[in-house]
């Protein structure tokens, strides 16, 4: 029997999975948490990687929890948050497959991580990985890129919650995940919509009701189409663009 993790997840080494998670991570191969890395390099990545599958709304860690672990999912999705003193939550990402999480600082993970729907990850210790770090300088700078991209988007989200009316947050929402597709070699219509109008209000910084509305206008207006729980079709990209941008 494999050993245990994750509250009573399986926890499986490569050994044990040889493809089904790597095939997984082969489709987004370019933003991968191995891009860049040789097949030996990736071979060596995966000797100290567990793997487990999570059910959704599991809690992976909490904000302030040692740092022990780096995630990268394999396929699923994650939500990203913080709450305030008041118990106010304020959502500050949206990972999927390809994303990795869980870089934190020596006073404990800077957030708290949640699965949203079933989700498969790839688990390494922080102390293996600074080993591999060392015989491994892609690796080293894929980290550094990664931080750097967990950077830019913290700035965005800045700028998103500040400055933005509320069809252009939702607009910019939508484009940034279509553009997240395409860059991934898949269309960028229909947008998978996983998160519930909840998870988008708080990282919006608008009220549920607020956003519901929204989506509501853009459809009347055909610019966006609700076919199915779970999914937006984007009708008119270059009119969602210039929203998003302030145009």
């Known amino acids: 029997m494999p050993p245990l993790d994750f509250d009573g997840h399986k926890i499986e080494h490569v050994a044990d999975l040889k493809s089904s998670t790597c095939r997984n991570c082969d489709i987004v191969r370019e933003i991968a948490f191995c891009a860049d890395l040789s097949h030996d390099e990736v071979k060596r990545l995966a000797s100290v990687r567990c793997h487990s599958t999570l059910p959704a709304s599991y809690t992976v860690f909490r904000e302030g929890d040692l740092v022990d672990h780096v995630y990268s999912i394999s396929n699923g999705a994650v939500k990203l948050y913080k709450l305030l003193p008041d ?37 390494f210790t922080h102390r293996k990985l600074d080993s591999l770090m060392g015989e491994i300088p892609r690796l080293e700078r894929r980290m550094f890129d990664m931080a750097v991209k967990d ?25 940034k995940l279509a553009q997240r597709s395409i860059r991934i070699g898949q269309p960028g219509s229909p947008v998978a919509l996983p998160m519930s109008r909840a998870d988008i209000a708080d990282y919006l910084g608008l009220t549920v009701e607020t956003v519901s509305r929204t989506f509501t206008q853009l459809k009347r207006d055909n610019i966006i189409g609700l076919p199915a729980s779970g999914q937006c079709v984007l009708n008119d990209w270059d009119v969602l663009k210039e929203m998003a941008e302030g145009a």
Do not use: H, W
């Open 87 to 123: 118990g106010r939550r304020q959502v500050i990402g949206f990972l999927f497959s390809g994303d990795i999480f869980g870089l934190g600082t020596n006073d404990g993970y800077c957030y708290t991580a949640e699965t949203i729907t079933p989700t498969q990850v790839c688990r």
């Open 151 to 175: 950077l830019v988007a913290a700035q965005e989200q800045m700028l998103l919650l500040g400055r933005k009316t509320a069809r252009e947050k939702v607009a910019t929402f939508l484009v």
